[in-house]
């Protein structure tokens, strides 16, 4: 098994997955009101990233699936990983994990 027997869907997912893992476009806004100090964190480079490499990974599943056998574990394992970075990348964009705040 080599990369080329990966489809181009799951090359897509993880190369997404792991570009979204490095770039940011960040919005952080803070108050204090009263001595209440209330936060946001919005990534909109990781929300993007991070839905389209679970819409390129999910569509990558489904390729390996219909594909040949011999190269379906490696593709439909390239396809989670992506998957798995798109959802990590997504859930950090919104700040549901990971938050500066």
């Known amino acids: 098994m080599s990369l080329r027997d990966l489809s181009g869907a799951a090359k897509g997912a993880l190369i997404l997955g792991i570009i979204g893992l490095v770039f940011s476009i960040n919005f952080t806004n803070t108050s204090n009101i009263n001595g209440v100090v209330t936060c946001s964190h919005t990534d909109i480079a ?56």
């Open 46 to 101: 990781k929300i993007a990233l991070g839905a389209l490499a679970i819409i390129v990974g999910a569509s990558g599943e489904i390729q390996a699936l219909r594909g040949p056998a011999a190269s379906r574990l490696l593709n439909m394992g390239a396809s989670g990983a992506g998957v798995l970075l798109g959802i990590y990348n997504l859930l950090t964009g919104l700040s549901i994990i990971n938050s500066p705040c």
